[in-house]
């Protein structure tokens, strides 16, 4: 059997579970990973049976970058502004103070590690802490969800719990895009050297570029077919855009998202199909990334084993911290920040792009690093958010109430 039907029948199946078994596994047993479909790519790889060759992967590229700009423009599609600004401020100040400290903290531990265990400059240290910051700061929304509909429950801390995870995806793609704009190769013809700053604006407007074709051909279209077929075109377009640039997908479609959702009047409908498919192209994602992996001959128990403890204590302190900081224990508990351990693949993503970046430094680490956060928080994830919003769901509704009304002041 060649190594591409192979590859196809793995697609296939991983269409077939999302649609059947995911929602059984998540409402009976709290289960909502796709960390087997990364052990299947790792199994299927060129480090154990070889069934996928390096050759066979980088003929399926382009599915791995749709991938990616699919995760990108789900990740845009929360950032609609009229329902922003009716979030309160709190909840706001508490997330990007969670995952600032986490992109802070794993980030200073990785260039201590890079400078001390691998002899690299400050400079060069830079690249592979920020990207380990990045893929730290990401958590996993699914389990969110799963857990609210199983309490019945849509109250404060779940609220805290989905700007949270919107916020940690913003800021893990900010990173990692800027990252690639800041080492970008410098191989394109023009008159003088892009800066970053310039890299930046045309990843920006490569996705906003994205959205607006697709708003001006198909904005009013409302058939679930023709929306999949041009949503399909526009991230393709968008995401092969900024590949093609040696520039970031996941931040352009996220831009592309961000557009779509604000300029659209079927944005329900858009929504409704990014996450029809989501499933089926996370899964893809994960076999591909698992087949992908090359553990290197670099020490990384060291930097792996430091990035999945210190990236524990920051998930956790800093949200902690910050809920005393604010006064917002009684509302939202201070162990909030343990139902964002759970990794996903936007933690994939992030490392996939960092490999991408022209000389990464110790990308095979930071790669190593997403996958074993994945393999050990994904399974558990669901598990560790109930835990958390289980004991302030029994809160009585008053309690409730009036806390938030006292964060408000």
Same mark, same amino acid.
């Not at 961000?258 to 329900?268: C, D, I, Q, Y």
């Not at 958010?385 to 964060?407: D, F, M, Y």
């Given at each position: 059997m060649s190594s591409g039907l192979i590859l196809i029948l793995a697609v296939a199946i991983a269409y077939l579970a999302a649609r059947v078994a995911f929602d059984w596994l998540a409402r009976r047993f709290l289960i909502v990973s796709g960390a087997e479909y990364l052990l299947?790519?790792?199994?299927?790889?060129? $480090?154990v049976a070889g069934a996928l060759s390096a050759e066979t992967l980088a003929a399926f590229a382009p599915l791995t970058t749709l991938s990616l700009g699919w995760i990108g423009a789900i990740v845009g599609m929360q950032f609609f502004l009229p329902g922003l600004v009716r979030i309160r401020a709190l909840i706001y100040k508490l997330a990007f103070a969670e995952a600032i400290g986490t992109l802070l903290l794993v980030g200073a531990a990785q260039l201590a590690i890079a400078?001390?265990?691998?002899?690299?400059?400050?400079?060069?240290? =830079? *690249?592979? #802490?920020?990207? %380990?910051?990045? !893929?730290?700061?990401?958590?996993?929304?699914?389990?969110? &969800?799963?857990?609210?509909?199983?309490?019945?429950?849509?109250?404060?801390?779940? $609220? $805290?719990?989905q700007v949270a995870t919107a916020i940690d995806a913003l800021v893990a793609i900010g990173v990692i895009g800027i990252l690639l704009c800041f080492g970008h190769p410098g191989d394109t013809s023009t008159v003088r050297p892009i800066t970053t700053t310039e890299w930046t604006v045309i990843t920006i407007a490569i996705g906003v570029v994205g959205g607006s074709l697709f708003h001006l051909f198909l904005g009013s279209e409302h058939n679930p077919d023709r929306l999949f077929i041009s949503?399909?075109?526009?991230?393709?377009l968008t995401s092969g855009a900024a590949a093609y640039l040696h520039l970031?997908?996941? *931040?352009?479609?996220?831009?592309?998202?961000?557009?779509?959702?604000?300029?659209?009047?079927?944005? &329900?409908?858009? @929504?409704?199909? =990014?996450?029809?498919? &989501?499933? /089926?192209?996370? %899964?893809?994602?994960? +076999? %591909?990334?698992?087949?992908?992996?090359?553990?290197?001959?670099? @020490?990384?128990? +060291? /930097?792996?084993a430091v990035f999945l403890v210190v990236r524990i204590s920051a998930k956790i302190g800093s949200a902690a911290l910050a809920t005393r900081l604010s006064d917002a224990g009684a509302m939202l508990g201070t162990a909030w920040g343990?139902?964002?351990?759970?990794?996903?693949?936007?933690?994939?993503?992030?490392? =996939?792009?960092?490999?991408?970046?022209?000389?990464? !430094?110790? #990308?095979?680490? !930071?790669?190593?690093?997403?996958?074993a956060s994945v393999l050990l928080t994904d399974f558990m994830s669901a598990r560790i958010i109930?835990?958390?919003?289980?004991?302030?769901?029994? $809160?009585?509704?008053? &309690?409730?109430?009036?806390?938030a009304a006292a964060g408000d002041r």
């Amino acid at each position: 059997m060649s190594s591409g039907l192979i590859l196809i029948l793995a697609v296939a199946i991983a269409y077939l579970a999302a649609r059947v078994a995911f929602d059984w596994l998540a409402r009976r047993f709290l289960i909502v990973s796709g960390a087997e479909y990364l052990l299947l790519g790792i199994l299927l790889g060129p $480090q154990v049976a070889g069934a996928l060759s390096a050759e066979t992967l980088a003929a399926f590229a382009p599915l791995t970058t749709l991938s990616l700009g699919w995760i990108g423009a789900i990740v845009g599609m929360q950032f609609f502004l009229p329902g922003l600004v009716r979030i309160r401020a709190l909840i706001y100040k508490l997330a990007f103070a969670e995952a600032i400290g986490t992109l802070l903290l794993v980030g200073a531990a990785q260039l201590a590690i890079a400078i001390w265990l691998f002899d690299l400059t400050l400079f060069d240290s =830079l *690249f592979p #802490a920020l990207a %380990f910051g990045a !893929v730290a700061v990401a958590s996993a929304p699914a389990g969110i &969800e799963v857990v609210a509909r199983r309490l019945s429950h849509r109250g404060p801390i779940v $609220q $805290q719990l989905q700007v949270a995870t919107a916020i940690d995806a913003l800021v893990a793609i900010g990173v990692i895009g800027i990252l690639l704009c800041f080492g970008h190769p410098g191989d394109t013809s023009t008159v003088r050297p892009i800066t970053t700053t310039e890299w930046t604006v045309i990843t920006i407007a490569i996705g906003v570029v994205g959205g607006s074709l697709f708003h001006l051909f198909l904005g009013s279209e409302h058939n679930p077919d023709r929306l999949f077929i041009s949503l399909a075109g526009a991230i393709i377009l968008t995401s092969g855009a900024a590949a093609y640039l040696h520039l970031s997908p996941l *931040f352009a479609a996220m831009v592309m998202g961000a557009t779509l959702v604000n300029t659209s009047r079927n944005r &329900e409908d858009i @929504a409704r199909t =990014l996450h029809g498919v &989501e499933r /089926p192209f996370y %899964f893809v994602l994960l +076999v %591909f990334a698992g087949a992908a992996w090359e553990p290197g001959l670099r @020490a990384w128990v +060291v /930097p792996v084993a430091v990035f999945l403890v210190v990236r524990i204590s920051a998930k956790i302190g800093s949200a902690a911290l910050a809920t005393r900081l604010s006064d917002a224990g009684a509302m939202l508990g201070t162990a909030w920040g343990r139902a964002l351990l759970g990794q996903g693949g936007l933690a994939l993503a992030l490392a =996939l792009e960092y490999m991408r970046l022209s000389g990464g !430094v110790l #990308a095979n680490i !930071v790669f190593t690093a997403a996958i074993a956060s994945v393999l050990l928080t994904d399974f558990m994830s669901a598990r560790i958010i109930h835990s958390v919003v289980a004991p302030l769901v029994r $809160q009585k509704p008053g &309690e409730i109430a009036s806390t938030a009304a006292a964060g408000d002041r």
